[in-house]
């Protein structure tokens, strides 16, 4: 084994150095505000059914795509059921593995980018930049964990990244790099459904590189196996194109004053502007000083063929790569600030800001050799990128220390709460993790003591006192062993996750309940939780008794009268059938055909006129 010059070993050291380092600190501050959302809960609940043999539903017997990454499900899923674990466990330690691999990925890739820029002579040093000023935003590190899929997010861009940068830096790469890049890149979708801008752009960028007809071939058929696989089966079981999360949230729908909002919440309290401006000017006085490439032979003769081909191989890049995921995270984050953000302090926007910060994760300093040093461009530049690197670093000191939202436990007047925080207070614990955590949540405790009492089974209301519930009892006769419970409560995952798979979990948002979910938004709601249905409804859908005594006070006879009514309108007749009748062949092929169809159906929240848009008949006043 040749030993490595003196040259060579400190630049290694402190490039290994760096990555190890920035690894140590996110997985360190990660784990320091370790947590599991109540919306990582609603994951486990799926996967909960998925070992009991019920199937990818959240309640047993009807099939509803109840979370986003389809992706991370099946993960979460697979290692569940390899190591038998609990399933927070299992999640907590697949989200912090995940996050903390995604910041090695992109380092590693921006390594490979910035190496060879030692032209001119001293010593380059590649230190950690964007990848710093990524992990120390305080929401970077609360979704590091969590539950959610944000970990798989920034994984699979950085993965992808890394891919595209060594594919863009081999001359001619063979068949089974490209492949497996386009294979990577198709999983775009089954990430996080917005993942497919990323993913599309980046087999585009391949597809358009000189390559030949074949290879596109089967760049096309590896990328599509997949999510076309996929989406096909998802359209025929769920009879959705997309998750039911989609069509609760509407997705699609626009919310850019909210938005900027959401973008001025991540983006003021930490003055997130500053770094960004530093390294970017980093760049641009790199991108100035890297000297031009002389013209060779090859170019000459590339000259004389046609645009289409010249620009063919420009793709083929490691510029034509930088573009690629600035332009992917300027996507993203408009999509983002264009539905109107989240309600959760930074989250959909950590994905944009992961996609401009990934091409600095680590960036070259030059040191000029000592001959060098005096007033001249190479020790401007040293002196720039260095003052611009010191920066950024200390503004990183005091943005990981920083509350982004003081009064973050508070849902404020945007609707945008710190969810950690929020979670940490109200169930007083610091890091809540477990199911039983959230069983000191308002509410919760009384609830698995309400079904307790009431072996006949019945539908349970919160009311505003968190110490009890109304139970609206089922119609006797009661069948042998009660039948069942169903809860109408906001809060999927903890409740969820502290019942039994035969107790039935519904929300009036309808992220799993496709009757919520299918109502028209409320304009100026909060936002992702800008549906609200009635539970009049709920009670007509699950054949609770709907008259008083049993019914509740604050329960209208005629509302619940018109709401068995209106469910019976055709349109949401066939909706309810798509996913709650007995899977069959035929009806697999009508939900395939039909999958758009119901995804756009949308009815009024209001039993009355519901009816009205049916042309129903609506049925007697009750009186009394």
Not at 234 to 244: H, I
């Amino acid at each position: 084994m040749v030993p490595r010059p003196q040259g060579e070993r400190l630049p290694r050291a402190v490039f290994v150095g760096g990555v190890v380092l920035t690894a140590l600190l996110f997985a360190w501050g990660a784990w320091q505000r370790r947590w599991i959302a109540d919306d990582g809960l609603i994951v486990l609940r799926t996967v909960r059914n998925l070992l009991a043999g019920n199937g990818p539903v959240f309640n047993a017997g009807e099939r509803v795509e109840a979370n986003t990454s389809t992706l991370w499900t099946y993960l979460v899923y697979a290692f569940g059921w390899i190591t038998q674990a609990r399933l927070e466990y299992v999640v907590l330690g697949l989200a912090l593995v995940l996050s903390v691999a995604a910041i090695v990925l992109a380092m590693i890739g921006s390594g490979r980018l910035h190496r060879g820029r030692a032209s001119g002579g001293g010593l380059v040093l590649l230190v950690p930049a964007g990848a710093i000023v990524y992990i120390a935003v305080p929401p970077a590190r609360d979704f590091a964990t969590s539950g959610l899929e944000s970990c798989l997010v920034i994984f699979w861009i950085a993965l992808l990244w890394l891919l595209l940068v060594r594919w863009a830096q081999t001359s001619a790469p063979s068949w089974r790099a490209v492949l497996v890049l386009a294979f990577v890149a198709g999983l775009g979708p089954l990430v996080r459904p917005e993942m497919a801008i990323v993913g599309g752009l980046a087999l585009l960028l391949i597809f358009s590189a000189p390559i030949g007809w074949k290879l596109r071939v089967w760049i096309v058929v590896t990328a599509g196996v997949a999510p076309v696989a996929y989406q096909v089966w998802r359209m025929g079981y769920y009879g959705l194109p997309y998750p039911n999360t989609a069509v609760s949230k509407d997705a699609g729908g626009a919310k850019w004053s909210q938005g900027f909002a959401y973008l001025w919440n991540l983006m003021g309290p930490y003055a997130l502007w500053l770094p960004l401006v530093a390294l970017a000017i980093t760049v641009a006085v790199l991108g100035w000083r890297r000297p031009a490439r002389a013209a060779t032979a090859r170019d000459l003769d590339h000259d004389s063929q046609g645009r289409w081909d010249r620009f063919s191989r420009r793709l083929h890049s490691p510029a034509a790569v930088v573009l690629f995921i600035l332009a992917c995270g300027f996507i993203l984050a408009v999509y983002s600030i264009r539905v109107g953000g989240d309600f959760m302090h930074g989250r959909v926007l950590l994905p944009a800001l992961f996609c401009f910060l990934v091409p600095i994760s680590v960036i070259p300093i030059r040191i000029p050799p000592r001959s060098e040093w005096g007033r001249n461009n190479a020790t401007g530049v040293f002196a720039a990128t260095a003052v611009a690197w010191l920066t950024a670093m200390v503004w990183a000191v005091f943005a990981a220390n920083t509350v982004g939202m003081p009064a973050g436990a508070v849902v404020g007047k945007s609707g945008i709460v710190d969810e950690r925080a929020f979670y940490s207070l109200n169930t007083g614990h610091r890091h809540p993790i477990l199911a039983e955590d959230y069983l000191d949540y308002p509410r919760m405790r009384a609830m698995v003591q309400a079904i307790a009492d009431t072996p006949d089974g019945g539908l349970l209301l919160p009311t505003p006192s968190f110490t009890n519930w109304d139970v609206v009892p089922p119609p006797v006769p009661i069948p042998e062993g009660g039948a069942g419970h169903t809860v109408f409560f906001l809060n999927l995952g903890m409740t969820s996750m502290n019942v039994g798979l035969d107790v039935k979990v519904l929300d009036q948002m309808g992220l799993a309940y496709p009757v919520a979910a299918h109502t028209e938004r409320l304009e100026g709601g909060r936002i992702g939780h800008d549906k609200v249905l009635y539970p009049d409804w709920v009670v007509a859908d699950t054949g609770m008794v709907p008259v008083h005594p049993w019914l509740p006070w604050y329960l209208d006879e005629d509302w619940v009268a018109q709401a068995k009514v209106a469910l019976t309108c055709p349109e949401t007749v066939e909706l309810k059938q798509s996913y709650s009748s007995e899977l069959s062949w035929p009806l697999f092929k009508r939900n395939l055909r039909n999958a758009f169809d119901y995804a756009a159906y949308r009815f009024d929240r209001v039993p009355k006129y519901e009816i009205q848009r049916c042309d129903l008949e609506m049925p007697a006043p009750r009186g009394g």
